[in-house]
């Protein structure tokens, strides 16, 4: 298996544009994590899904975020509008068992 | 509600010697610990996990860790500490008895740094 997939690696935008966010999960995983990672804050987790449900997005730091998973093997993060304080590496997850597999991340870079 | 600690920012040893990296929890039941390694630009690689059984628990790359219910801990080891052992380490923990059962809670990590 290929493992977690995430596009882009990198992004660069500027503030006030919507950002999209990539994930395909490990084909069979029926869970789906998004994180973010700063130094300030570290790693936090922003929202999961179960069978493409999702559980809680309690972690979702504004309405701005949205995060959307249409199908088993495909989902969504997205901010509108970014803002610089966005910057960050996001991960995307996912889960069968209890261990998670954690994609390569998207470099986000708002300027 | 369950927590999770790693009480040092930064470990330095040198090569050959062994390390430990610690970490405790608090959870309201049985927990699932776990540990995560984290390269330079990459994302998180699960090395280990202990669920029940024995208390040692051996993950890749020569890591071992130790569980202790009555220390409510979960130290990472290693007997002999290699220069690529370098990375960013995560303790992490689930809670089977929440209702969040599927979550994990990560430490705020720690900085492995192997000298020559």
């Known amino acids: 298996d290929a493992g977690v997939i995430q596009s882009p690696r990198h992004e660069v935008t500027e503030m006030g544009q919507e950002v999209t966010l990539r994930c395909k999960p490990i084909s069979g995983h029926d869970y789906l994590f998004w994180y973010r990672q700063t130094m300030m804050r570290g790693l936090e987790l922003l929202i999961y899904?179960?069978?493409?449900?999702?559980?809680?997005d309690s972690g979702m730091p504004e309405d701005r975020f949205s995060a959307k998973m249409p199908n088993a093997s495909f989902s969504t993060l997205k901010i509108q509008p970014s803002e610089p304080r966005d910057s960050a590496v996001y991960f995307c997850?996912?889960?069968?068992?209890?261990?998670?597999?954690f994609g390569p991340g998207t470099r986000l870079t708002v300027t | 509600a369950q927590s999770v600690a790693q009480p040092e920012d930064q470990v330095n040893v040198a090569e050959g010697n062994p390390l430990t990296v610690k970490c405790t929890y608090s959870v309201s039941g049985n927990p699932y610990l776990f540990w995560y390694v984290q390269y330079p630009n990459r994302g998180l690689q699960f090395l280990l996990k202990y669920i029940t059984g024995d208390n040692l628990v051996k993950g890749s790359y020569g890591f071992e860790a130790e569980f202790n219910k009555s220390q409510t801990s979960f130290h990472l080891k290693k007997p002999s500490a290699l220069v690529s052992d370098s990375a960013l380490y995560f303790c992490?923990?689930?809670?089977?008895?929440?209702?969040?059962?599927?979550?994990?809670?990560f430490g705020s990590g720690t900085r492995l740094s192997i000298r020559p």
């Open positions: 997850a996912s889960s069968q068992t209890g261990v998670q597999y």
């Open positions: 992490a923990v689930r809670d089977i008895s929440s209702s969040s059962a599927s979550k994990i809670i």
């Open positions: 899904f179960n069978n493409n449900v999702p559980i809680d």
